[in-house]
């Protein structure tokens, strides 16, 4: 999740966040000169307007003219826009000051010695952690002279203003190409050279704005990868927009763009050799995961860095033998040298342990090396940042569990933990024992682990595997040698009660992991996502207790089992539906029936381009808790919606003091003074407000 812009201090009714004004490049003009004119817009700090796409939400600048007879005023030119991230949302906009530069075109039939008077009434959204629609009437004077002449101080600022448009450039093609995502590839000369890339398409609901792009260069140009937007049509009709970027001109970096137009077609070539370039202080680094200027992305070890990092990979590796992941796993393994494990055939075993550690962990590597030339940010444990992942690793280790409770069991060794193929004989359990190990240590980091797997996802694809290989045998060193030392076998003591115990109480660091895996699918889905996963845990208990009692109950547990997962299936995938309120449309007479009818009536003052009402509504008004706690107490939930100008809501939010939404009041029922909420909510306050359980 991105993270949101600090927090300020509301506004004062009457406060103006924006400085607006027009300038003219020209001193005088001749009669018919067309000259360039700009829009300023001084912006406070942490405040921002909106480009012609706004992005997320927002709403862009305009401007209705009133000029002379005979004159003719252009649209609004729009300088490259920036990234701006809030929560989830990424808006495109201005920060700072910006010049929009316009073109007019004076009379024909203009005298010299007249004075032309342009008016601009001009609107524009300004948001920060709140949104407030401002208006201003601009006014610019220019004389008319028989020759034009320049403004010495604005001349040559209008001027770098206009030079900096994104432009149309020759010789730069572009194609975009259909697919999940689709692969947008543009031939720009200097991709080599630029930062902070990214596609800001025309259209609003052509390009999901706020997916990342993982941008890619090469030689011959830059490809991103687009998440469709509302139009759903991406890749099969022409694609219009900005790509910007941030390059160096003069020694400083600047914000500049290209306009493209994107035919369908096939990537082209040299433009998705390797991840593009960003800064650390670049809104969206870590939204895009990509590399750094100066990182190892695209260069090659020397050959000390790189036995450096094998020697960090293989101690980081032999550390990771004694996480918490993974000990619980080793320690049943290493029990079976307790049963009297013949020494060829531990020897065997030890090979077998060593190829399975060495297999899984040489897989999990091509497969990142696949994601990674996919264009995908991945990293070691990248698999639990799927929900269907994070649910079957811990009813693998429920179900591991219960097996070392004595619920139900494979057969009669006790190296069956790496599942149901072991049953095959100890050979496969030996192996699949190694592999269950190295999924186990994916959510634990070792020290050390993290400066060779960091080195190791930058370099080519035989680098990577030389360093997972160097963990992996790290990893699987301390037990593949206690199969080959009989004198350290003869450390363990003989068998006996104890090991049923200690099986027994292996069993717990088992649940544990469970648990610890379900707290994160509750971050990935949510109370339904766990309640789901308890259940489907639920059923699978009751049909392996049962199943020992017969074909009959092996069969009614495969029943439950299969019913649980039918009504469980979408949270456990990440497929969760929220459930919305119902909402009916704010007036204050509605406000005032319901109340008069003893229900409880929470309002919200919101706008389609307000960023802090999208978060809110998202994070604590659309979900099912308090979906159910609104319909439990009766409570009427109504929304003002103030994306177009309403006289009625404007009224409503000054009377509450407030310049701009979102607003949020809940009126009790029963009479009383509506209390007033924050601006950022939360689900427990909302709740907490219906319920009447605030002091």
Not at 63 to 92: C, D, H, R, Y
Request: proline share 7%; aromatic share 8%.
């Amino acid at each position: 999740m991105l993270a949101p812009a600090a927090a300020q201090a509301p506004p004062l009714p009457g406060e103006r966040q924006v400085d607006g004004s027009l300038h003219s490049a020209r001193a005088a003009v001749a009669p018919g000169e067309t000259f360039t004119i700009v829009l300023r817009q001084d912006i406070r700090e942490h405040w921002h307007t909106y480009w012609v796409n706004p992005g997320s939400s927002g709403e862009p600048t305009e401007l209705t003219w009133t000029a002379p007879a005979g004159a003719s005023v252009g649209e609004i030119q729009w300088p490259a826009p920036k990234a701006i991230p809030f929560a989830m949302l990424v808006n495109f906009g201005y920060e700072g000051e910006v010049l929009f530069p316009i073109e007019i075109t004076a009379p024909a039939n203009a005298e010299p010695g007249q004075v032309l008077n342009f008016v601009a009434d001009a609107y524009w959204l300004v948001c920060s952690d709140i949104c407030i629609p401002e208006e201003a009437r601009l006014q610019l004077s220019v004389p008319v002279a028989p020759e034009g002449r320049d403004d010495a101080t604005w001349g040559p600022r209008v001027a770098a203003a206009v030079a900096a448009l994104p432009r149309a450039q020759e010789g730069v093609q572009a194609h975009i190409t259909a697919g999940s995502p689709a692969r947008l590839s543009v031939a720009l000369p200097n991709a080599a050279d630029v930062r902070n890339a990214r596609f800001f398409a025309f259209n609003r609901d052509v390009v999901a704005p706020a997916e990342p792009q993982r941008p890619r260069m090469g030689a011959s140009g830059l490809s991103f990868d687009l998440a469709p937007g509302v139009a759903n049509n991406l890749g099969q009709v022409p694609l219009e927009g900005v790509v910007a970027f941030d390059v160096q001109e003069g020694g400083a970096w600047v914000r500049r763009g290209v306009e493209i137009t994107a035919e369908p077609g096939e990537t082209l070539a040299g433009t998705n050799d390797e991840a593009a370039l960003f800064t650390d202080d670049y809104a969206l680094a870590e939204l895009e995961g990509a590399a750094r200027p100066g990182a190892a992305a695209g260069e090659s070890m020397t050959a000390f860095a790189l036995f450096a990092a094998l020697g960090l990979a293989l101690v980081g590796g032999l550390i990771l033998n004694v996480m918490p992941c993974v000990l619980p796993v080793l320690s049943v393994k290493a029990l079976s040298f307790a049963g009297g494990v013949q020494a060829g055939d531990a020897r065997r075993h030890g090979l077998l342990y060593f190829a399975g550690v060495m297999a899984t962990f040489l897989a999990l590597a091509a497969l990142l090396i696949a994601l990674r030339e996919a264009g995908e940010a991945v990293g070691w444990g990248f698999q639990l940042q799927a929900p269907w992942v994070t649910s079957a690793l811990a009813l693998l280790f429920f179900v591991i569990g219960l097996n070392l409770l004595g619920v139900f069991g494979f057969g009669g060794s006790l190296q069956n933990a790496g599942g149901n193929l072991t049953v095959r004989g100890g050979d496969a359990g030996a192996f699949f024992t190694g592999a269950l190990a190295v999924i186990a240590a994916t959510p634990c980091t070792a020290p050390f682990m993290a400066g060779a797997i960091g080195a190791a996802l930058t370099q080519s694809a035989g680098v990577t595997l030389l360093i997972f290989a160097a963990l992996g045998l790290g990893f699987a060193l301390p037990l593949t040698l206690l199969h080959f030392a009989p004198g350290l076998q003869r450390l363990i003591p003989k068998p006996g009660p104890w090991m049923e115990r200690v099986r027994n109480v292996l069993a717990f660091p088992m649940f544990a992991a469970a648990v610890w895996l379900v707290w994160v699918l509750a971050a990935q889905t949510g109370a339904d996502g766990v309640a789901a996963l308890l259940g489907v845990m639920a059923a699978i208990g009751f049909a392996l207790f049962v199943a020992r009692w017969g074909r009959g109950w092996m069969v009614a547990g495969a029943v439950a089992i299969a019913l649980t997962v039918t009504f469980t299936w979408r949270p456990l995938v990440g497929a969760e539906t929220r459930a919305l309120l119902t909402s009916e449309p704010w007036s204050v007479a509605r406000v005032e029936a319901l109340r008069a009818e003893g229900r409880g009536v929470f309002v919200n003052f919101t706008a389609a381009w307000c960023v802090t009402c999208k978060v809110n509504e998202a994070a604590a008004l659309t979900t099912p808790a308090v979906a159910q706690a609104f319909a439990d107490h009766n409570v009427a939930y109504l929304v003002g919606d103030w994306t177009n100008r309403d006289e009625d809501i404007a009224a409503a939010l000054a009377d509450n003091g407030r310049a701009g939404v979102p607003l949020y009041l809940y009126f009790p029922p029963g009479g009383g003074e509506a209390v007033v909420l924050p601006q950022m909510l939360s689900q427990d306050l909302v709740i907490a407000t219906v319920s009447g359980d605030t002091p």
